[in-house]
């Protein structure tokens, strides 16, 4: 959501500091988590909303690779990829892009992101659906293909709730029956899978090891001046 390192650490600060000022006010009636994701939301809302005029920077270290990683040419073809993703997520609007980011890249279960976004269960895939259409219309004119004929069921929305598990196994053969012998509505399905799958693999950036030993520590050491259980400051 911050788009590079800088930003993202400076968030990072922002929400432990909100952590530790409001944490006597957790109610627990969502996971900590959740509770945490949404004030870490909060701040890069805010923090977007002061840079919303400073050109965006790509963070070089979208993709980690490993050294059982896939030949030059597919790493170049997934990059190219996210890259493709990321400007388009960037186009959607803030509550769109925060959605897809918390469910498709980040991978919080459907409750989770909505703790996070403080609205409903059914809120949020409402919003998912069609935040996960935009973003198959911002890939368009990349992956192609994607305008079905007239009549033809909405497999794009279909999709995106079979995903969610919101689809009667009637209706899930309807729509597969369907895109089985509509040439266009299957590309159309391939174009979003990919664009999800793409998603996901924005998803892949670790969070450098410095980071999660400065905040490990930071934590001990708020909990011990708070004479808090070391499991609870962990949690």
């Not at 005029?53 to 963070?59: C, G, Q």
């Amino acid at each position: 959501m911050c788009a590079n390192v800088h930003d993202a650490e400076d968030v990072l600060q922002d929400t432990l500091l909100n952590v530790a000022l409001y944490l006597d006010g957790f109610e627990g009636r969502a996971s900590f988590s959740s509770w945490v994701f949404a004030l870490c939301r909060n701040a890069c809302a805010r923090r977007r909303r002061g840079l919303k005029n400073r050109p965006s920077v790509a963070d070089d270290g979208a993709i980690e690779t490993s050294d059982d990683a896939p030949n030059p040419e597919a790493i170049a073809t997934e990059r190219e990829a996210v890259s493709e993703v990321l400007s388009a997520l960037d186009r959607l609007p803030p509550d769109a892009r925060e959605v897809i980011w918390l469910r498709d890249v980040t991978g919080l279960t459907a409750p989770e992101a909505a703790a996070a976004l403080e609205v409903s269960v059914d809120a949020l895939k409402s919003r998912l659906h069609r935040a996960r259409t935009a973003l198959r219309d911002e890939l368009e004119p990349r992956l192609g293909g994607f305008a079905s004929t007239p009549g033809c069921p909405d497999v794009m929305a279909l999709w995106s709730k079979k995903l969610e598990g919101d689809l009667s196994p009637v209706d899930c053969a309807s729509m597969e029956a369907h895109v089985g012998a509509c040439a266009r509505c299957s590309i159309a399905c391939d174009g979003l899978k990919r664009a999800l799958s793409a998603c996901q693999n924005v998803g892949m950036t670790q969070v450098p090891a410095h980071v999660h030993e400065w905040v490990r520590a930071a934590t001990e050491a708020w909990a011990a001046r708070r004479q808090l259980p070391r499991t609870g400051a962990q949690r």
